[in-house]
Every structure is written in C-alpha cells, then in structure tokens.
C-alpha cells in the first residue's frame, strides 16, 4: 500500500472496522455477564497487543533483520516489510486498530453497566462510572506495560509478526 494513499484509505478502514464491530458489539446484548466481561477482556487484549505492535515497529531496526533473511529464516522478510513500511503498520495498529478497540470495548461497557444495573438494581450512574473507569484503568495500564515491554523485546516482537504474517501468507 502506498503511503500517499495511507490517509484516504485509513478512513475507509477505520469506518469498515467500527461498523463490523458495533455490529458485532450489539449481538452481545443480551449474553450472560460473564460472557460479555470476557468478551471486554478480549478486545482491551487486542488493543494492547496491537498497540505493541505498533510501538515495536517504531522502535526496531531493519538492520537487525537482514542477518536473519540472509540465512532464510521464516519471518524475516516480512518483518523488514514491515519496518519499511513503521509508519503505516504503527498507525493502523495504534490508530485504527487501537481506537477501535477502545470504542468497542466501551459500548460493551454501556451494555454491561446497564446489564448489571438491572439485574442488581444498581445505581446506573454508578455502575456506568465504575465500569468506565476499569475498561478505561486496563487499557492505559495495559497499554502503558504493553509498550515497555515493545521496547525492550522490540525486535523479538516484530520477528514474532513476521512469522505469523509468513504462515498466513500476508502481504
């Protein structure tokens, strides 16, 4: 994908995964609370994993990888593909991947608040706040480790990527 192209496609994307989502985020209304609390879990899990993702291209260097694509190492190819391309793959896994997730995993929020405030008689205001608060505590604190982490295994990281993207044959 070309970079100049980045920006009108991003729009698009983002557009199509939000949709997908809070298509995929309202089938989950009226699923057991402990479903739609691991339902939560998961998506704050992708955001801080794509997150990583991002923040490890940034940080990695191509270089590092050459050695590894000389030898014909699985992976390695990929993982220069997606170092030479740090801007694009950090935005659509920080950016698009990353808020996406963040607006998912608050309207899950919505549903569980309201899901518990009925089921308990709780206070809305209350527990809308509360859950709030903990899918917001996760994700940042997440995130906040998650991008130490990227930084110091940055490499390791990126390779783990190319590996994947080589078995699933992704371009």
Same mark, same amino acid.
């Given at each position: 994908?070309?970079?100049?192209?980045?920006?009108?496609?991003?729009?698009?994307?983002?557009?199509?995964?939000?949709?997908?989502?809070?298509?995929?985020?309202? *089938?989950? &209304?009226?699923?057991? %609370?402990?479903?739609? #609390?691991?339902?939560?879990?998961? @998506? =704050?899990?992708?955001?801080?994993?794509?997150?990583?993702?991002?923040?490890?291209?940034?940080?990695?260097?191509?270089?590092?990888?050459?050695?590894?694509?000389?030898?014909?190492?699985?992976?390695?190819?990929?993982?220069?593909?997606?170092?030479?391309?740090?801007?694009?793959?950090?935005?659509?896994?920080?950016?698009?991947?990353?808020?996406?997730?963040?607006?998912?995993?608050?309207? *899950?929020? &919505?549903?569980?608040? %309201?899901?518990?405030? #009925?089921?308990?008689?709780?206070? @809305? =205001?209350l527990i809308t706040t509360l859950v709030a608060a903990l899918?917001?505590?996760?994700?940042?604190?997440?995130?906040?480790?998650?991008?130490?982490?990227?930084?110091?295994?940055?490499?390791?990281?990126?390779?783990?990527?190319?590996?994947?993207?080589?078995?699933?044959?992704?371009?």
């Amino acid at each position: 994908m070309k970079k100049s192209n980045w920006t009108y496609k991003v729009f698009f994307i983002t557009f199509l995964l939000a949709a997908l989502f809070t298509i995929i985020t309202n *089938l989950f &209304t009226n699923v057991g %609370i402990i479903i739609l #609390t691991f339902v939560i879990t998961i @998506v =704050i899990l992708i955001g801080i994993l794509f997150d990583m993702i991002g923040v490890a291209t940034l940080t990695s260097k191509e270089e590092n990888f050459h050695a590894r694509a000389s030898k014909k190492q699985k992976g390695a190819k990929e993982s220069i593909s997606l170092l030479k391309n740090a801007s694009i793959v950090a935005s659509f896994c920080n950016d698009v991947v990353g808020d996406v997730c963040g607006i998912v995993s608050g309207g *899950l929020g &919505t549903t569980l608040a %309201i899901t518990l405030a #009925t089921k308990y008689n709780i206070n @809305v =205001i209350l527990i809308t706040t509360l859950v709030a608060a903990l899918i917001s505590a996760l994700t940042v604190g997440g995130k906040a480790i998650g991008k130490n982490i990227a930084i110091k295994k940055s490499d390791n990281l990126i390779f783990y990527v190319g590996k994947l993207k080589s078995l699933l044959k992704i371009q």
